[in-house]
């Protein structure tokens, strides 16, 4: 059984560049939520996916968009970077019919703006 | 702004011992409670879930709640080396979001 898989694992990208991070959810999941964690901080938020659409969202700026696939993969996308973009992206995954579904999480997309 | 609180430590256990966690959170709606260890450089692994007042044990592992106190703790016994990591607590509020607290860095000393 497949765990959450993300893509690429490491990404280095100057200012003002786009971004594209892929997602596959566990195999049964059918949510997809997108983290942001600064080293020495805990995971922030970004937005959550189901059915295709954007469900829930953080508190970030409209540069960082999302999709999600019939197949039930995601991808995040993070235009014009900022420096303050380097960080870890993780990709969580859950099945969104069942309540206090727990999120499981991929390795991560290390993003590193130079 | 909801949120969820953690002393971010070091905090440092003698191995053989009981280390104690600790987590605050603000929304009173909120349903369901997690804690998550993170090794450094791996992502967020999930050891424990409460979703009622009380305790809940699964192992060394044992989880409480208290929801008029808003308050939610984690207790290792017989602490390991390898339970050296970051200890992150999440809450699910009633806007179904995810919270995440910054974490505690937990350091077993052999």
């Known amino acids: 059984d497949a765990g959450v898989t993300q893509s690429p694992t490491h990404l280095i990208k100057t200012r003002g560049q786009q971004v594209t991070l892929r997602c596959s959810p566990k195999s049964g999941h059918d949510t997809v939520s997108w983290y942001q964690q600064a080293l020495g901080q805990g995971p922030q938020f970004i937005f959550q996916y189901y059915e295709e659409e954007e469900r829930q969202r953080g508190n970030f700026p409209d540069r960082f968009s999302g999709h999600q696939f019939p197949n039930y993969s995601s991808e995040l996308n993070v235009n014009a970077l900022l420096l303050g973009d380097s960080a870890l992206y993780l990709c969580?995954?859950?099945?969104?019919?069942?309540?206090?579904?727990?999120?499981?999480f991929g390795s991560g997309t290390q993003l590193s703006v130079l | 702004q909801k949120e969820v609180e953690q002393n971010s430590g070091p905090l440092s256990v003698p191995e053989g011992a009981i280390a104690s966690l600790n987590c605050t959170y603000s929304?009173?709606?909120?349903?369901?409670f997690f804690w998550y260890r993170q090794y450094s450089g791996k992502s967020p692994e999930l050891i424990m879930f409460i979703y009622s007042n009380g305790d809940k044990e699964d192992g060394r592992f044992t989880a409480q709640l208290n929801k008029a106190s808003q308050y939610v703790s984690l207790l290792i016994r017989d602490s390991q080396p390898s339970d050296s990591a970051t200890y992150l607590c999440?809450?699910?509020?009633?806007?179904?979001?995810?919270?995440f607290g910054k974490g505690t860095r937990l350091h077993i000393l052999p």
């Open positions: 929304d009173r709606g909120s349903q369901s």
């Open positions: 999440a809450v699910n509020g009633r806007d179904d979001k995810i919270i």
């Open positions: 969580a995954s859950s099945r969104r019919r069942l309540t206090n579904e727990k999120l499981f």
